[in-house]
């Protein structure tokens, strides 16, 4: 029998796994000792030991793969494609928090670049000289505003990555609240991609 670790332990724990693992190859492992052990003949042991062995490796596999997933492939499937709004955004967030000017990151936000790039604001240009450093700010308000704006139904899931964007962006001296009507222009026109 497979003892299956308590349920207080996350399944996604790696101790937990582990055990179970083990536990699973352990009983392969008996499995094939009891059913492959008993026989006289040399050449007849060795190819059932193999085929033992053989059958063993696969069960365990098949286990593995049965009891990690918990779900048939047409869910996998499923469940793969559909993803919520804001995971692509924040895949997209840099270590510091800022966002970078380039084609994913405004495909994660569903903008236009080149409409977002002609319409820069005057005062941000004032507080920014360098065109990167204002081209990433800039960018990083408008994803800000796009959760905000569009995400707000699971803001726990992403207020902590906002906070250290705000705290980058007061670090350059930009004022999010500032911007934000200026990003909110820009996420609410729908252009097209190209």
Not at 75 to 81: D, G, L, N, P, R
Not at 87 to 98: H, P
Not at 160 to 172: A, H
Request: hydrophobic content about 35%.
């Amino acid at each position: 029998m497979i003892r299956r670790p308590p349920r207080s332990t996350h399944c996604i724990s790696s101790a937990a796994s582990d055990v179970y693992k083990r536990q699973v190859y352990k009983s392969a492992v008996k499995r094939y000792k009891k059913g492959c052990l008993g026989i006289a003949s040399t050449e007849v042991s060795t190819k059932r030991s193999a085929l033992c062995r053989e059958k063993a490796r696969n069960e365990f596999v098949d286990n593995e793969l049965d009891e990690e997933t918990n779900y048939s492939e047409e869910t996998k499937v499923t469940t793969s494609i559909v993803k919520k709004p804001y995971e692509k955004i924040i895949a997209e967030q840099e270590l510091f928090g800022y966002w970078k000017w380039n084609k994913a990151t405004f495909d994660a936000i569903n903008a236009n670049e080149k409409k977002a790039k002609e319409n820069i604001p005057i005062e941000l240009e004032g507080i920014i000289s360098e065109e990167e450093s204002l081209l990433t700010a800039w960018v990083t308000i408008i994803v800000l505003a796009k959760l905000e704006l569009d995400c707000a139904e699971s803001v726990q899931s992403w207020q902590l990555i906002f906070k250290k964007s705000l705290s980058w962006l007061g670090k350059s001296g930009v004022d999010y609240e500032k911007f934000k009507e200026f990003a909110n222009k820009i996420i609410n026109c729908k252009f097209s991609a190209y």
